[in-house]
């Protein structure tokens, strides 16, 4: 076998193993983890510290604007307000390659104090206009949490609460491509949205899309999967 495609095969072989090793090194209930949040890092990333042990977690289902992008210490001084230096139990579901696990951040309400950790924190986020739903990893999510993160990112749209109200704020996902304005689009439709309620009243896959995520008709998602028709 060539040597450079051996040394590719065992560069991803390595770094499988790496990954399994830092899921496994996870408390013994790798499903939670239970800590205090020490640093509220962006509106979507915090440090909890369990055991004299820090880890990296990043609100799964959500994607709150960058630190440089309007809003974004809004986001930050939100999740703060939710979580700061307060004990969280986080259901994890994952870790990404920069090694951060990927999860539902439980904390106790502030207004409840008799309660336990029954507020989401992810959720809360969405609901305050402070970050997107993430849809492109919807499917990391149950269908009820699909459900309840897109009806808070449309609710917060139509109260025009947080980022939204601005015309049309540009996604944290673009923004980190370098995108510093909304990018164009080729429908006119994309301005204003319409009447149209149903998948084959739709022309285009763009418009389809425009309709289910800024016009918030969900029934172009009959199952539910965040992805329209």
Same mark, same amino acid.
């Given at each position: 076998?060539?040597?450079? /495609?051996?040394?590719?095969?065992? =560069?991803?072989?390595?770094?499988?193993? +790496?990954?399994?090793?830092?899921? +496994?090194? +996870?408390?013994?209930?790798?499903?939670?983890?239970?800590?205090?949040?020490?640093?509220? *890092?962006?509106?979507?990333? /915090?440090?909890?510290?369990?055991?004299?042990?820090?880890?990296?977690?990043?609100?799964?289902?959500?994607?709150?604007?960058?630190?440089?992008?309007?809003? =974004?210490?809004?986001?930050?001084?939100?999740?703060?307000?939710?979580?700061?230096?307060?004990? *969280?139990?986080?259901?994890?579901?994952?870790?990404?390659?920069?090694?951060? /696990?990927?999860?539902?951040?439980?904390?106790?309400?502030?207004?409840?104090?008799?309660?336990?950790?029954?507020?989401?924190?992810?959720?809360?986020?969405?609901?305050? =206009?402070?970050?997107?739903?993430?849809?492109?990893?919807?499917?990391?999510?149950?269908?009820?949490?699909?459900?309840?993160?897109?009806?808070?990112?449309? #609710?917060?749209? +139509?109260?025009?609460?947080?980022?939204?109200? #601005?015309?049309?704020?540009?996604?944290?996902?673009?923004?980190?491509?370098?995108?510093?304005?909304?990018?164009?689009?080729?429908?006119?439709?994309?301005?204003?949205?319409? #009447?149209?309620?149903?998948?084959?009243?739709?022309?285009?896959?763009?418009?389809?899309?425009?309709?289910?995520?800024?016009? =918030?008709?969900?029934?172009?998602?009959?199952?539910?999967?965040?992805?329209?028709?």
């Amino acid at each position: 076998m060539n040597t450079s /495609i051996l040394c590719s095969h065992f =560069g991803r072989a390595l770094a499988a193993l +790496l990954l399994l090793a830092s899921l +496994l090194s +996870l408390p013994a209930s790798a499903l939670e983890l239970v800590g205090e949040v020490v640093k509220v *890092v962006d509106g979507d990333t /915090i440090h909890v510290l369990r055991d004299n042990r820090l880890y990296k977690i990043r609100l799964g289902g959500i994607d709150a604007p960058e630190s440089n992008q309007p809003y =974004g210490n809004a986001a930050k001084q939100y999740l703060a307000s939710l979580v700061s230096r307060k004990e *969280v139990r986080i259901e994890t579901l994952k870790k990404d390659r920069y090694d951060r /696990i990927i999860g539902k951040v439980w904390v106790q309400p502030a207004d409840c104090t008799r309660c336990s950790t029954t507020l989401d924190a992810n959720h809360a986020v969405v609901l305050a =206009g402070l970050a997107w739903w993430y849809q492109y990893y919807a499917e990391d999510q149950s269908p009820s949490d699909r459900g309840r993160y897109a009806s808070a990112e449309k #609710e917060a749209r +139509l109260r025009q609460l947080g980022l939204w109200q #601005e015309p049309n704020p540009v996604p944290p996902w673009d923004w980190r491509r370098g995108a510093r304005t909304p990018l164009p689009t080729s429908h006119s439709a994309d301005t204003e949205c319409g #009447e149209k309620r149903y998948c084959k009243q739709m022309t285009t896959c763009e418009e389809a899309r425009f309709y289910l995520n800024t016009c =918030g008709v969900t029934t172009l998602d009959g199952d539910g999967d965040g992805k329209p028709c």
